[in-house]
Nanobody, 122 residues
Framework: QVQLVESGGGLVQAGGSLRLSCAAS????????MGWFRQAPGKDRDFVAS????????YYAHSVKGRFTISRDNTKNTVYLQMDSLRPEGTAVYYC???????????????WGQGTQVTVSS
């Protein structure tokens, strides 16, 4: 069992930045790929970004590429999502998730956090 706790969400103006964190409870954190997803009100949960076990491989949704950066610190069992140039359409609950099989969009079937709210005002 892996517990994931997201933090760092909040209210920000369009064009601003936020840094989300996701702390994992398990010491074998480095055995998981990590991903970020988001769900806006009334919409399905969408993939945002993912990172491989060691942090050398990353993948982004087209809508955030060039503005968001995913990273991880395996010594702290934490994955981050740096979000710059935020847009109002980025308003959503952001979730982190684990995958033991890879960092593709459909690999994240293992564990999910409770989410953190991000609100971007125009």
């Amino acid at each position: 069992q892996v517990q994931l706790v997201e933090s760092g969400g909040g209210l920000v103006q369009a064009g601003g930045s936020l840094r989300l964190s996701c702390a994992a409870s398990k010491r074998t954190f480095s055995s998981y790929c990590m991903g970020w997803f988001r769900q806006a009100p009334g919409k399905d949960r969408d993939f945002v970004a993912s990172i491989d076990w060691g942090g050398g491989g990353t993948y982004y949704a087209h809508s955030v590429k060039g503005r968001f950066t995913i990273s991880r610190d395996n010594t702290k069992n934490t994955v981050y999502l740096q979000m710059d140039s935020l847009r109002p359409e980025g308003t959503a609950v952001y979730y982190c998730a684990t995958s033991s099989t890879g960092w593709g969009i459909f690999d994240f079937q293992d564990y999910w956090g409770q989410g953190t709210q991000v609100t971007v005002s125009s």
